[in-house]
């Protein structure tokens, strides 16, 4: 429940400076000199446990290192808490959000990157292996794969034009946008040729199928961005990382839950790259999900292979995108090092999804 670790030595910020923005404008927060551990888990955003006597909240900012224009937007993910919190309460309360001026030229700093504080919430995230006190069965892993789905059918049934989210994004043509402008974040972040990539985009510009009525979208809906009860894992408690979240086809949530989600065997075609608790036995595959799913929706899966080839596509990209950030020395986490190497077998899967 706090799998936190000691900052790392170049992603740290002067806890008192924060301490000294934060009091004035948080009422409840703890005296005493603020505590800070990092979330060691994700590869993005970097998330920071505060902790002052018994008041506790999370920081989200930021990766160090340039930042692609749009990306990693901490104003928009904390408005977009704002307005979803009410209506869908497995979205974390946002507490605050600092521009942070350092960015646009002004004197005043507190970490030297905009950021946002919310409310923490204690559960268990679920990753590659299981927590200690769960044993591994047939029954949790069934609860939870439900929950996984049923939460995901919760979110996509939020009516957004009544929470105030209908400027959150453009649900037209809102596919062919994410499939051209993945496409360009690959060459942005290339660093070597990978073989198939201009083939499945290709494929993927070509084949656009017909997109059902939008939905908000998570944009990175998967097993571990969910937190569950520790002491019943089939009840999710938080839907974590909402900094990818807009209005578009829902079924490209469904697709990246179902790429994400591991099944035994699956390390021949990836190795340990997304390694994922799911395959250890009791979990449903990714074909229950999908029936699930769809039974809960109403929605109709015929289109399902295009979504999983550009999930696997753009997990690709992400992992590209990442591996560049290392290659270029922005960040020395030494599990970026094998992500090119990740990012070849995806497209590999993305080719077969496709048919390609």
Known sequence: MDETIAVRDDEGFDAAAVAAYLRPRLPGMGEGPLEVRQFPSGASNLTFLLRAGGWEAVLRRPPLGPVAPGA???????????????????????????????????????????????????GVVLDR???????????????????????????????????????LGRPEGYLERQVR?????????????????????RWLAEHL???PAPAIVHNDYKLNNLMLAPERPERVVAVLDWEMCTLGDPLVDLGNLLVYWREPGDEAALGDGLASVSAQPGFAKRDDLAERYARASGRDLAQLPYYLAFSYFRVAVIAQQIYHRWHLGQTRDERFRTFEELARRLIGLALEAAGA
């Open 129 to 167: 292996d299981w927590p200690a006190g769960w044993p591994p069965s047939a029954e949790i892993g069934g609860a939870i794969s439900r929950a996984t789905v049923d939460a995901l059918v919760d979110l996509h049934a939020v009516d957004y034009a009544a929470a105030g989210l209908a400027d």
């Open 209 to 211: 199928p017909a997109s």
């Open 181 to 201: 402008g993945w496409i360009g974040r690959y060459e942005r972040a290339q660093t070597a040729e990978i073989p198939g990539v201009a083939a499945i985009g």
């Open 72 to 122: 990693h937007d901490m104003g928009r993910e904390y408005r977009v808490l704002e307005r979803l919190h009410p209506v869908f309460p497995l979205a974390p309360q946002p507490y605050l959000f600092c521009e942070d001026a350092s960015v646009i030229g002004a004197p005043f700093s507190v970490i030297g990157a905009p950021f946002y504080v919310m409310e923490r919430r204690r």
